[in-house]
């Protein structure tokens, strides 16, 4: 295991801390281990909360900030964070109008998130939840009853916080998330395995000629294992099956998202991004917005995922306010 | 090699594809693959180019936009650019006023530039040209006379880029530049090799419990193979050369850089990010802005790299300025 780290317990802490020290003027970080808005809680406003396991970065800390998220909980690399975290993250942020909590639909999560949402109310606090679920890649998983949570989650959190920026209530805010959920799908692939630090070895095996079809961002089985291709013949295994779920259809608008799993360079995922537009062309779907980066990362794992979301003016309004947050950042 | 490319002759011209596919709002790409801001030439406005092997995105293509460069030329990987590449790009950008080379120190992009510089005063463009040579880990390097330009060239391009946007004339905005270039100083370590597409194999051989301090960013030898120790140990070995080459002093305001090389996650550059706060606090040296990200990479190296910049509220202003590139933008 090569990282530069000092001991796997510490991993989160000292990121946490080397975030803060970077961002200070975005976010401050609280106990236990919550990431939260510098400006929270916002009076008025509903406060949007999300999290999950670390190793994903930026998701989700780095997108706490005016325009998107109020507060982000970070478990442990890969592992649920805890219903107290949640409790605190939405304390921090509740500005008396409520919470909505935005959940990657894994076990973990579901049930702490489950958890908090009792107790904030338990404290006198509205909470609303939505479940992200946008990978078509499985319909259960390692870690899941039903489809995981991955590339929306971005997209949402995006979309939701304008919209909660703009002061709408807590209802229309949540309504907006399920919207965003069910008009979002995703599948990536991955060349490589990622090592997590308390493992200090690969969570799977991938021979030198081998691409894993449907990654989950935790290393979970995907679809099939593959041989590696040219990109231009394997990215059909991911778009293909995006568009036939939904199903996209000619004459749609998406934002495109091609994600870095974390060990992929930015060179290759134009690469990829030019092949997503020829297919998506050839499909009759017009590419409104695009995101091309590493945003929701499986520590350095090499590949890519592709996440399409279709949108009216009004989500491509609220995708195109401003953000002002460690990761994104636009118009502010 | 496993990588999402189609073949290693095509990679820099889809990569280029993809990023104009992108970022059209921004950035449009001529030929020979010349990425120019898309609304250039700006007239009254000195023209920035800046260029260089590819392998290193963003650098120097995610950097061109208002408030940055004008255009960048992309050579093949770890490759100088050609001088009709350079060439264009100045024709491109001149505004009237004059263009400014910011070159990175490797033989064959000053000689390329140079040469370039001929063949466009030939054709009545004043050209001015500025040497970056920030990194203090060698004097000599396989591709350099004297030492290579690696993280101090991000920090020049964003601040040149404010100063050439406020409108002030050639040999201001060059005398910034060498004064950027005087100010600034990097060093950079390497966990693992990347793979050039055409070569196919690492570039180098690392073994599991090595780090190369002092690694360039095409592979180049550094000062010394070390054994992998927690990062809190690791850090000083970059930055006391860097501290002592200058020299920064107890008093000086910074810009903190931290860099990853491509294949190092998010979650530990900002534990780096936390040691270089205690390195830098121990100094008695001011972190007045920063920057923690992979923006000049080598393919999906794992690693990262610590740039030092001496700033006075000059710099610190212009480093405010809005950007509005794909790889950096704020404030626009």
């Known amino acids: 295991m090569k990282k530069l780290i000092n001991a796997p317990e510490s991993v989160v802490s000292e990121a946490l801390a080397g975030m803060a020290a970077a961002h200070g003027d975005q976010v401050k970080v609280i106990e236990p281990n919550v990431v939260v808005r510098v400006d929270a809680p916002r009076q008025g406003k509903v406060g949007l909360i999300s999290g999950g396991g670390s190793g994903h970065e930026p998701m989700h800390g780095g997108f706490v900030g005016p325009g998107m998220l109020d507060a982000a909980c970070p478990g442990a690399v890969f592992s649920s964070p805890t219903p107290d975290q949640m409790l605190e993250a939405t304390k921090a942020v509740d500005g008396g109008v409520g919470v909505l909590q935005i959940v990657k639909n894994y076990t973990g999560d579901v049930l702490n998130f489950e958890m908090a949402e009792d107790l904030a109310e338990g404290e006198g606090i509205e909470v609303e939840s939505v479940l992200i679920d946008d990978d078509v890649a499985v319909e259960d998983s390692t870690y899941t009853a039903g489809r995981r949570g991955v590339g929306g989650t971005v997209l949402a959190e995006k979309i939701v916080g304008a919209a909660a920026e703009e002061g709408r209530p807590l209802g229309e805010v949540a309504e907006l998330c399920r919207k965003v959920n069910a008009e979002v799908r995703s599948m990536g692939l991955a060349l490589t395995s990622c090592v997590v630090p308390h493992a200090g070895e690969p969570t799977f095996e991938l021979g030198e000629g081998e691409v894993e079809i449907g990654i989950g961002i935790h290393g979970e089985p995907g679809r099939k294992r593959s041989e590696l291709r040219p990109v231009d013949e394997i990215l059909p295994m991911l778009v293909e099956p995006i568009l036939r779920d939904l199903p996209f259809g000619s004459g749609d608008r998406v934002i495109a998202f ?22 998506l062309d050839e499909a009759g779907i017009q590419i409104a917005r695009n995101l091309v980066g590493p945003f929701i990362t499986s520590l350095e794992m090499a590949g890519c995922s592709i996440t399409l979301l279709r949108a009216d003016d009004e989500l491509i309004r609220l995708w195109d306010a401003p953000v002002n947050t460690p990761a994104l950042r636009w118009g502010a």
């Open 258 to 279: 091609v994600n870095g799993m974390g060990g992929t360079p930015l060179i290759e995922l134009y690469i990829v991004y030019r092949r997503l537009v020829q297919l």
